[in-house]
């Protein structure tokens, strides 16, 4: 009892009742947190039940939600012209108290991209994602647009890259994004897009290397390298080079590589073990589109582990990420066999 008293507990009614200098808040996503202002802290659990909460339904009509300039959110409510930061919906919460999950067991194939990020306000942070008009690099560029990042979608194609921006920006007409170009293949296209960024004079926070081709019929950039080769890999590694000195004085910062576990398929190495530059970028006659693809996706990790063995100790992070395996994007759209392929595996491999 001693201790009920201490914390403010024992003069409450009821369980659902909140003790003094406590708030009930929702995140932009629906979740609800308490805020404790005599301890200036925040949680996920009820102070006195411990129950985890998440509203239900959408807010009704006349309502707005919206965030102010710290972040945070509050409701405007147009037909009785007022403002609140006290949730409509808060009367009809539904319990979220699962067990809570190992490490291990936190995140599954079923995850998508908003359950990684809940609760997060990501406020304040700028993001470069490259290839992000479409597929895994749409989806992660909406969901930490959604929680408050400023989202560079570098894409090549302008216009897809803006009716991108316009689909994140239908779900939150608030969200700080916006698409520039960015061509992998011309080394000139990535120079460019690396001075108009830094013409900005904004912190980079996160770089997310995501961009690629499959199954490309063999030919040469502007560069005179093989397409697969210089878009999945090289792009990339110039274009962390040109970003670099950003990276480091928006520490902390990370990059992530997007690479795929098919970099265990294949090898750069020639016969005596020494490295085959060769290899990296073939001639027509030793091309396989398979094994180009596999190679790039080996280079994206080989060069994420050293870039963190680099730049960790100035607070830069490098990670490379396997997204699963033949998730159907549009990475296929180069030969109808993989697009039969992967509508095949479609059933039984994680969906977009």
């Given at each position: 009892?001693?201790?009920?008293?201490?914390?403010?507990?024992?003069d409450?009614?009821?369980?659902?009742e909140?003790?003094p200098?406590?708030?009930?808040?929702?995140?932009?996503?629906?979740?609800?947190?308490?805020?404790?202002?005599?301890?200036e802290?925040t949680?996920w659990?009820?102070?006195k039940?411990?129950?985890?909460?998440r509203?239900?339904?959408?807010?009704?009509?006349?309502?707005?939600?919206?965030?102010?300039e710290?972040?945070?959110?509050y409701?405007?409510?147009h037909?009785?012209k007022?403002?609140?930061?006290?949730?409509?919906?808060?009367?009809f919460?539904?319990?979220d108290?699962?067990?809570?999950?190992?490490?291990?067991?936190?995140?599954d194939?079923n995850?998508?991209a908003?359950?990684?990020?809940?609760?997060?306000?990501?406020?304040?942070?700028?993001?470069i994602?490259?290839?992000?008009n479409?597929?895994?690099?749409?989806?992660?560029?909406?969901?930490?647009?959604?929680?408050?990042?400023?989202?560079?979608?570098?894409?090549?194609n302008?216009?897809?890259?803006?009716?991108?921006?316009?689909?994140?920006?239908?779900?939150?007409?608030?969200a700080?994004?916006?698409?520039?170009?960015?061509?992998?293949?011309?080394?000139?296209?990535?120079?460019?897009?690396?001075?108009?960024?830094?013409?900005?004079?904004?912190?980079?926070?996160?770089?997310?290397c995501?961009?690629?081709?499959?199954?490309?019929p063999?030919?040469?950039?502007?560069?005179d390298?093989?397409s697969?080769?210089q878009?999945?890999?090289?792009?990339?590694?110039?274009?962390?080079?040109l970003?670099?000195?950003?990276l480091?004085?928006?520490?902390?910062?990370?990059?992530?590589?997007?690479?795929s576990?098919?970099?265990?398929f294949?090898?750069?190495k020639?016969?005596?073990g020494?490295?085959d530059?060769?290899?990296?970028?073939?001639?027509?006659?030793?091309y396989?589109?398979?094994?180009?693809?596999?190679?790039s996706?080996l280079?994206?990790?080989?060069f994420?582990?050293?870039?963190?063995?680099r730049?960790s100790p100035?607070?830069?992070?490098?990670?490379s990420?396997h997204?699963?395996?033949?998730?159907?994007s549009s990475?296929?759209?180069?030969w109808?066999v993989?697009?039969?392929?992967f509508t095949?595996?479609r059933?039984?491999?994680?969906?977009?």
């Open positions: 009892m001693a201790a009920l008293k201490y914390a403010g507990l024992e409450t009614d009821s369980e659902e909140l003790p200098g406590w708030e009930e808040r929702t995140t932009k996503d629906g979740w609800v947190y308490y805020a404790n202002h005599l301890e802290k949680q659990e009820h102070p039940s411990g129950k985890r909460k509203v239900a339904g959408g807010l009704p009509y006349g309502w707005e939600q919206e965030t102010d710290n972040g945070q959110v409701f405007v409510d037909i009785n007022r403002t609140t930061y006290l949730d409509p919906r808060l009367a919460t539904v319990e108290n699962p067990v809570k999950p190992t490490t291990r067991q936190k995140y194939g995850s998508t908003m359950e990684i990020l809940q609760g997060r306000d990501l406020s304040g942070k700028v993001v994602i490259t290839g992000a479409s597929g895994i690099g749409f989806e992660t560029a909406k969901s930490l647009a959604l929680h408050g990042a400023y989202v560079i979608l570098a894409c090549r302008m216009s897809r890259g803006n009716d991108a921006v316009q689909r994140i920006l239908v779900e939150w007409h608030k700080k994004v916006e698409a520039m170009t960015l061509d992998l293949a011309s080394l000139q296209s990535v120079q460019h897009f690396a001075e108009a960024f830094k013409s900005k004079n904004v912190p980079l926070h996160i770089l997310i995501n961009a690629a081709v499959f199954g490309a063999w030919c040469l950039t502007e560069d390298l093989e697969t080769f878009v999945n890999h090289l792009g990339h590694f110039y274009l962390v080079q970003l670099e000195d950003v480091r004085r928006s520490s902390p910062a990370r990059v992530v590589m997007v690479s576990e098919s970099h265990r294949t090898e750069i020639d016969s005596s020494k490295l530059f060769n290899l990296l970028s073939p001639s027509k006659k030793e396989w589109a398979m094994l180009a693809y596999n190679r996706k280079c994206n990790i080989l994420s582990n050293e870039l963190n063995r730049l100035h607070g830069v992070t490098s990670n990420v997204p699963g395996n033949m998730i159907y990475i296929h759209r180069n109808w993989y697009t039969l392929l095949l595996a059933p039984f491999t994680k969906s977009m």
